[in-house]
């Protein structure tokens, strides 16, 4: 069946320093992936997504890398800073249109 | 954030009464998800609507039953509460990739 997993609950870093977060997948079908950040009290909110035909998409300050022959999603944030401290949730998207969610990475920034 | 309206925002209901949360849009998405979040799940999908009158189950459905009669509405109904079903409950919709969600909407059945 479909699953989307996270590797790490929670990741500590320093302001500053780059961040990565990772996730493994398992439904090779998907045709999208996405990265969805959430803040305490609100919805999720989209960060960048990645088709599933590409290996790496930049946005600003962050980078979404796909490894299709291991399943594996990784977000990076360059010079993190105090505001991306959220819960972050990679997903996938099949053509049937269901959004499937992993577990969730707590992100910390430490001053 | 993105034309899309949970309500209500909170609830509190008692056990076996039936509760109805609405989804609205302005969009005019075609894609529309109802999700459940517990402490340590993350996300759930529940129900799912692809379109009006167009509804597939998710991996919670059960318990949960959804009705899409307009593209800007999307209806979920706890026909009768159990206190497995207290969560947070979050709306989103979509046209691709981009989902937008909902602020959510804090149910708790006592």
Known sequence: ?111 | DAGITQSPRHKVTETGTPVTLRCHQTENHRYMYWYRQDPGHGLRLIHYSYGVKDTDKGEVSDGYSVSRSKTEDFLLTLESATSSQTSVYFCAISQEAMAFFGQGTRLTVV
Not at chain 1, 55 to 82: C, E, F, M, W, Y
Request: glycine residues 10%; hydrophobic residues 35%.
């Open chain 1, 1 to 111: 069946g479909e699953s989307v997993g996270l590797h790490l609950p929670t990741l500590s870093v320093q302001e500053g320093d780059n961040s990565i977060i990772n996730c493994a997948y398992s439904n090779s079908a998907s045709d999208y992936f996405i990265w969805y950040k959430q803040e305490s009290g609100k919805g999720p909110q989209f960060i960048i997504d990645i088709r599933s035909n590409m290996d790496k998409r930049q946005g600003q300050r962050v980078t979404v890398l796909l490894n299709k022959t291991v399943k594996h999603l990784s977000l990076q944030i360059a010079a993190t800073q105090p505001g991306d401290s959220a819960v972050y949730f990679c997903a996938e998207k099949s053509g049937a249109q269901k959004l499937v969610f992993g577990q969730g990475t707590r992100l910390t920034i430490n001053p």
